[in-house]
């Protein structure tokens, strides 16, 4: 089995994601996120209002991020695994109006009435200020069907 290409459909189908990073204060804090993959790019892509910035600001502080992809539920494939993946962040703020836009595709496939919320976005300025993490895996960490109990398959770029 190729541990990425199967990572790869998994980020690509997965619904949701938990993004975890350290705190200045050392401790772990954890958001739940929409997971945009890029096959083309090899990169995993969220967005973040800047409403919720402290995170952002973590981020830019300490890049080294992890990202778990589980529930059956929120993973749209039929081979369904658990995956972690432990990656170095990048942070994109240069155009908060529409530097993100870009992305749009990829979250047309997981949200297909994303382009109704964009249409109102007048109404909601500062949610649409978004800014981008983009996140480049180093270590794949992949339980086939899901199963924590077995060993782990792994990936290191």
Do not use: C
Not at 40 to 66: A, C, D, Q, W
Not at 106 to 131: C, H, M, N, S, T
């Amino acid at each position: 089995m190729d541990i990425f290409n199967s990572a790869e459909d998994i980020m690509e189908n997965a619904l949701v994601s938990s993004l975890s990073y350290l705190t200045p204060a050392g401790t772990v804090s954890t958001h739940p996120m929409l997971p945009l993959y890029s096959r083309e790019r090899k990169k995993l892509y969220m967005t973040s209002s800047i409403l919720f910035s402290k995170k952002i600001e973590h981020i830019k502080k300490n890049p080294k991020v992890g990202v778990l992809f589980s529930g059956r539920q929120f993973i749209k494939t039929q081979n369904y695994s658990v995956l972690h993946l432990k990656g170095d962040a990048k942070i994109y703020e240069e155009n908060l109006h529409s530097g993100w836009e870009w992305l749009v595709e990829l979250w047309r496939k997981k949200e297909p009435y994303i382009d109704g919320f964009i249409r109102q976005r007048l109404a909601l300025p500062l949610f649409w200020e978004r800014v981008i993490i983009e996140i480049t895996p180093r270590e794949l960490y992949l339980w086939k069907d899901g199963d924590s109990s077995k060993e782990p398959l792994r990936w290191r770029a």
